[in-house]
């Protein structure tokens, strides 16, 4: 996929296209388009980049400021731009990837910006677009459980994975062209701490909260019913125990003996308990009153804080009864990806996500489900 022009090529190419790098000219234009950025760049900051770099002040200046200059040429780079890299080694380079040979207008920009002294080209397969597109379709069929990284030196998307079937499952969703242009690496097949609670992203929602089966006390968690039935959860995929969609109760659950399933919510939040919070009680249905002041856990909009602004609220989904309740505050309290996510105030458990209302109009606020509810399954809220 990716095919490295020679020296000899990159060199003859460049001349044709762009001024000599050993022209007096050029360096004298770049030097003087460095020195105008002095100013702008912190003193720690070159006296940092000078230590790490082993380069005098005069070279972290000039280095600094071309990355500075880089950046405003990457926003305007053309379809067949693959990105840069900066090599800094014995000399201070930049790898310009693209798929095609660059155009007039480009060559132009790095001349303007006083780079192009600086620049080798090396062809690739695959534009810096058709990756960006390709890393969202596979987090689209994988969810954001997948983890991807787009390498630019390799022209390639590399996903790191540990279940074999997800694996096998984008590999079928993607057309040939694409399947080139990935890489699917090894993944943990379990999380390095293997003690999790709620809160964290599943492969397409968020867990809601440890929970417990009343009738033979196997644990699991938590998330909205009407998401998929197969899950992961902190890379590992979870064992489908039941759903609970319609009526009173918008919820599902999971366990896996992988995971050690502990009564806490992550809440983003470094206090005393850094970024989870234990869940030793439970809120009542009849507890929750109009202006109640709840917080709540969202993979997508993660930890925020309102207060109730409807109870008895019918949600026009799933044919979903008048049991839900609306938390409102000072933006968004829900969106895609949020749905199950644990609602508590302090160490008490409240209710999980199910959707939002959009009527109003922005701020939405969010449509949430009593933990009560989770009865409907034999199941309570672990609390210990």
Known sequence: MLKIISVGLVGAFLAATLPSSSSNASNSEYAAK??????????????????????????????LAAQQALSQVSMSSGDNFAGFEIIRGAEFVINAYVTAPPSPEFSARLEQAGLSHLVKFEYVDASLARLQKLQDSIRLIGGR??????????????????????RRAIAERLVKEDQDDVIFLEAPAAPDDPTVGGGGATSTCTAGFVVVKSSTGNRGVSTAGHCPDAQSYKNVALNFKGEAYGGTSDIQWHDSGALTWQNRVEDGVNDSTPFFRNITSREATSSIALGNFY??????????????????????????????????????MSADGDSGGPVYVNEKAVGTTSGRRTADGHPYPAIIGPQATFSKLGLVVAIS
């Not at 459980?145 to 997800?166: G, I, P, Y």
């Open 145 to 166: 459980s997948v983890s991807t990284v787009l390498d630019v030196q390799k022209n390639r998307v590399e996903v790191a994975l540990a279940s074999h079937d997800l």
């Open 295 to 332: 917080c709540k856990t969202g993979s997508f909009t993660g930890y925020l804080c309102g207060t109730v602004s409807a109870v008895n609220y019918c949600p026009s989904y799933g044919g979903l009864s008048c049991d839900f309740f609306l938390l409102s505050g000072s933006s968004d």
């Open 34 to 63: 460095t020195m105008s950025a002095e100013t702008d760049l912190p003193h720690a900051d070159v006296g940092a980049y000078m230590e790490l770099f082993n380069v005098p002040e005069s070279a972290a200046l000039e280095q």
